[in-house]
């Protein structure tokens, strides 16, 4: 059974066209995370949220936002997609936080392609 | 900042053979998180083990095993008894305690040959 759901696999945008990537979860976890993942390159964290707490990464671009409007649910906002956007975006989840022994669960990804 | 480097891009192995995939990381931190991760083609990362730093012990689950050298910041994967199902992208990662996001390597791609 899906436990971490992103849909959908495959999101053609076109340049500066606002584009939202979606992940869903079955497991009642409190924390998700999304990472981009270009090709070749490890991935990436861009933020993540400890239940309605949003976490940023210093280095991800303001191009990229996040909402999560309850546990089972968040969003990838990207308001002007680059061509160097263009990536695999994974969602995650953990039951807290990941140095209390948990693990995270990764979703099979998002590939976005700009135009 | 912490880095993480694999340095083999790609490895092959025969099926049934042992394979060991290595990973050095940098850090100033005494105490931290080290994973190994595997991505198989088209499907989602999983984890494969995970080693604290204070452990001395090497973590073990079946038939992955790592080599965990603390002094010299190597956290090796070995594999034994390759299967064709353990084909995938493998990444090393790092965590300091209490922070919430990894740290991954560029990954190795392993391929597992009938």
């Known amino acids: 059974d899906a436990m971490v759901i992103q849909n959908p696999r495959y999101q053609v945008t076109q340049f500066g066209k606002p584009v939202t990537l979606s992940c869903s979860q079955t497991l009642n976890h409190n924390v998700m995370y999304w990472y981009q993942q270009k090709s070749s390159q490890a991935p990436k964290l861009l933020f993540h949220y400890y239940d309605k707490d949003f976490n940023n990464e210093a280095d991800t671009p303001d191009n990229f936002q996040s909402r999560r409007p309850n546990t089972s649910f968040c969003f990838l906002d990207i308001r002007s997609p680059g061509l160097g956007d263009a990536a695999m975006y994974l969602c995650?989840?953990?039951?807290?936080?990941?140095?209390?022994?948990?693990?995270?669960?990764f979703g099979p990804g998002t590939r976005l392609l700009v135009l | 900042a912490q880095t993480v480097t694999q340095s083999q891009p790609e490895m092959s192995v025969q099926e049934a053979e042992t394979v060991t995939l290595s990973c050095t990381y940098d850090?100033?931190?005494?105490?931290?998180?080290l994973f190994w991760y595997k991505q198989p083609p088209s499907r989602q990362m999983i984890l494969v083990i995970r080693q604290e730093a204070y452990k001395q012990q090497n973590a073990t689950e079946n038939r992955f095993s790592v080599n965990f050298q603390k002094a010299a910041k190597s956290f090796s994967l070995k594999i034994s008894d390759s299967q064709l199902g353990d084909t995938a992208m493998y990444f090393c990662a790092f965590m300091r305690p209490g922070a919430n996001n990894l740290f991954f390597g560029t990954g190795t791609r392993l391929t597992v040959i009938p």
């Open positions: 995650a989840t953990s039951r807290g936080k990941l140095g209390n022994q948990e693990t995270q669960y």
């Open positions: 850090t100033s931190e005494s105490n931290y998180y």
